[in-house]
């Protein structure tokens, strides 16, 4: 590559390295915080803009010394090869002296990077990497970073954070008054709204949230696993967004979309959850191959770009509660199944080999019959797993019921995020 125009790109990209000033803090740094002091490489990971770039901006505000910070996500570094990697490492230290903190944004579109990260780590450099890519992060991660690197996952915002930017003082209460009760609420209901995609947040652009799904759609999947066809993915992510938490199998959405076979459906659905756009949940069993054989749920990995993106003849809010409270699990670094035998239960979550919660998610109880519906599948789910507590997330209803297997604790779904 032009050394000439790698220099251009280096100092352009400085110029533009700011954080915005109406920034919302992130809890990933709080992650992050111990990992400066190991030797190992920290890459993050997530959806395209979902903050990672701003993060690791905020991140290197903390470091005297952190001008190596480059951005592979910009059309001129086409040609950049691997051999590249040292003339970048030399145009750094002419630029800005030498320095030992590495920054590196979307690192995985330059093919066999992870050698040149092994080298700097080898060489005793501090290494911080974003990427946009599970799987090839995982893939390549395996085969030259293995024991030299610590990989974080990062979401969109969660309501935690959008409460902590516009009300703080509301997670500083240990009793929630009336009218905490009421910002809260509100708060939710925008996040319902909105999501938590920063920009979307910052200008409500519908046109962005399409054009980020389209760069995910032809960048990350079409590009990248050379389909030859783009209609057939769109109609599964069409199908998909539009069944949000409802259970669905790789044959029967072969036939509805007009794919050949279910292995197809199978591989893009592996696609669409390698670049972070959607995650599938499986059908509890102690059973390993039965759980690959049982229908599976869909997520997204933002309500309001599933909202977009599908199809619904109503709000349908129970789907888009369902998914909060999927993305909610994830961000705590849950396991995360749903249970059904003869009732349904949304979420059971399992820690150290077995099942040790139960969730079930719904707006409100519209009837007694629907509220003992959720009762009795959460019910169910408690007796078969043994476990004494569960807990039933609505919009607004707050009790504890007492049965049998133990207590049922009914609570809004904000305060439960916070």
Not at 47 to 73: E, N, P
Not at 139 to 151: D, N, P, Y
Not at 161 to 173: N, R, T
Not at 201 to 218: C, H, T, V
Request: charged share 25%.
């Amino acid at each position: 590559m032009n050394p000439d125009l790698l220099k251009e790109i280096i100092l352009e990209q400085k110029e533009l390295q700011s954080v915005p000033s109406d920034l919302f803090e992130r809890d990933i740094l709080k992650k992050i915080e111990p990992l400066k002091r190991t030797n190992d490489a920290v890459i993050i990971t997530g959806i395209r803009r979902c903050g990672k770039s701003t993060a690791m901006q905020q991140l290197r505000k903390q470091f005297k010394h952190a001008d190596y910070c480059f951005s592979f996500d910009d059309e001129r570094l086409e040609p950049f090869q691997l051999t590249d990697f040292q003339i970048l490492h030399e145009m750094f230290v002419e630029l800005f002296g030498v320095q030992n903190l590495f920054f590196f944004d979307e690192i995985q579109n330059i093919q066999g990077w992870e050698r040149f990260i092994r080298r700097l780590h080898n060489q005793g450099e501090k290494i911080y990497i974003t990427g946009s890519n599970a799987t090839l992060f995982s893939r390549e991660l395996g085969t030259r970073l293995t024991g030299r690197s610590v990989q974080v996952e990062m979401y969109p915002y969660s309501f935690r954070e959008y409460v902590q930017h516009y009300q703080p003082e509301i997670l500083k209460a240990k009793v929630y008054s009336t009218q905490q009760k009421g910002i809260a609420q509100r708060l939710f209901s925008q996040y319902l709204d909105l999501g938590g995609i920063p920009e979307y947040i910052r200008f409500g652009e519908k046109s962005y949230l399409q054009s980020l799904y389209q760069g995910i759609l032809y960048r990350d999947i079409i590009s990248r696993h050379h389909l030859t066809s783009e209609d057939a993915i769109k109609k599964l992510v069409l199908y998909l967004a539009s069944h949000v938490g409802k259970e669905f199998s790789y044959s029967e959405t072969a036939r509805v979309i007009g794919l050949a076979s279910a292995s197809t459906v199978s591989d893009y659905c592996s696609y669409l959850q390698e670049c972070y756009l959607c995650f599938f949940v499986n059908r509890y069993s102690h059973s390993l191959n039965k759980q690959l054989l049982y229908h599976k749920k869909c997520y997204f990995i933002d309500h309001a770009l599933a909202r977009l993106v599908g199809f619904r003849p109503t709000e349908d809010r129970g789907r888009l509660f369902e998914n909060v409270v999927f993305l909610e699990l994830k961000r705590r670094g849950e396991e995360i199944y749903f249970h059904k035998e003869k009732k349904e239960c949304d979420f059971v979550v399992r820690r150290e080999g077995r099942i040790d919660q139960s969730f079930q998610v719904c707006t409100f109880f519209s009837s007694p019959e629907t509220k003992q519906r959720e009762i009795d599948g959460l019910v169910e789910a408690m007796q078969t797993y043994s476990l004494n507590q569960g807990v039933i997330l609505t919009e607004h209803h707050e009790e504890s019921i007492q049965v049998p297997e133990g207590i049922i604790n009914i609570m809004p779904i904000w305060k439960w995020l916070l």
